[in-house]
């Protein structure tokens, strides 16, 4: 093989063949006084739920729009919650006080709704754009082009300006990092290019101002195995800090083994939320554990979040890319660097692959406002 070849394989990943593929886009806007009087016809604080009619007729009109290019699994949300998606090979969806999760098949589910409460003004909408099909990563392009249809008519018809929207593109891929060790004999390869060259080579143009975030974060289960390896007093008032002192040690020589600098360990019961911030945050925000990067930045290091006092049922491992990730390949090599060390952090703590997940999902997302 020559030079050449081979630096061009190091930039590929090699996913087994059962890895999953899901895109949702959101379009938000602000709920400002001037849109409320565009449709003043539909508010009045006489009605027993004032603004339900105003909400009923911007979600009426919306799957109408979506209706005409065939997106058939769009949700309108005005509650002011975050919108989560994940597989699922049943549909439901799940509400808490700041989330709502939207569990989907791709190839077999379809559904519009509407999220919101007629007695409460929310801050913002939020237009739900879920992927459907096959072939997701393969039609992302036209998926968001269709998308974008949707939200300038949208606009023009309810007289917004459109430069008022926030567009934000998700697209992952998920799967078992012990997946050949269950059986999955077949592949699939990746270059995991940035998602603004993807769209370019199938002529969708983006605007020239967009912010884009390219991540990974890997599930690691408590199991009785991996507490057995540590000592736990439960009658301790942090009976579980050997525990997390443990997995972050561990977790931190891995990465650094693999040159991986810019990563998070979480294990406090919330949910990482990985946001594009011009300054380093880490936050609590209720249910929300936020990470702000600037991924054009030097990578910020290692940082460790966890509640000595409770045993969470998983840990999130969290790998964030800067631009010494990428390459004109993309972030194949990235991911590459993130499996070696995962699969040296199960070594250090004696995971069975046969017998335990290491769900690894990979996050591109990108943003801009038109």
């Known amino acids: 093989m020559s030079i050449i ?63 005409e290019v065939e997106l058939d699994n769009c949700q309108f949300i005005a509650n002011d919650k975050l919108a989560r998606v994940r597989y699922s090979q049943e549909m439901h969806q799940w509400q808490t006080n700041q989330q709502i999760l939207f569990y989907y098949d791709p190839m077999n589910h379809h559904l519009k709704k509407s999220f919101f409460d007629g007695n409460k003004r929310a801050k913002k909408i939020c237009l739900l754009f879920l992927a459907t099909g096959n072939d997701i990563r393969l039609n992302a392009a036209s998926f968001h082009s269709r998308v974008s249809q949707v939200v300038q ?17 998700h697209q992952h891929l998920t799967y078992d990092l012990f997946a050949k060790n269950k059986g999955c004999n077949t592949s699939q390869t990746h270059k995991l290019r940035e998602i603004n060259k993807r769209y370019a080579s199938q002529e969708v143009q983006l605007p020239e101002f967009y912010s884009a975030m390219n991540y990974a974060v890997v599930t690691l289960n408590i199991s009785n195995e991996l507490l057995q390896q540590v000592e736990i007093d439960s009658h301790s008032q942090d009976p579980y800090n050997p525990l997390y002192t443990y997995l972050t040690d561990v977790f931190t020589m891995a990465a650094k083994r693999y040159n991986l600098n810019n990563g998070a360990l979480i294990a406090n019961g919330l949910v990482p939320i990985v946001r594009y911030s011009i300054h380093e945050i880490v936050s609590r925000v209720g249910e929300l554990q936020m990470l702000g990067y600037n991924p054009e930045q030097s990578p910020c290091g290692i940082v460790s979040k966890w509640s000595a006092g409770e045993l969470t049922d998983s840990v999130q491992l969290v790998f964030v890319a800067t631009p010494e990730n990428n390459s004109d390949h993309g972030f194949g090599r990235f991911l590459n660097q993130i499996e070696q060390a995962m699969q040296l952090m199960a070594v250090e703590l004696e995971i069975e692959p046969t017998k335990e997940e290491l769900m690894v999902r990979f996050h591109q997302h990108l943003a801009y406002n038109y």
Not at 11 to 21: E, F, I, M
Not at 28 to 55: N, V, W
């Open 5 to 67: 070849r081979k630096r061009s394989a190091a930039h590929k990943a090699y996913l087994p063949g059962n890895v999953r593929d899901n895109q949702y886009i959101l379009a938000e806007f602000r709920l400002t006084d001037e849109l409320l009087q565009q449709l003043s016809g539909k508010y009045s604080d006489l009605k027993p739920q004032p603004y339900y009619d105003f909400y009923q007729q911007l979600a009426t009109l919306f799957f109408e729009l979506t209706e």
């Open 153 to 169: 008519r949208f606009c023009q018809k309810i007289q917004l300006d459109k430069s008022d929207v926030r567009l934000r593109d």
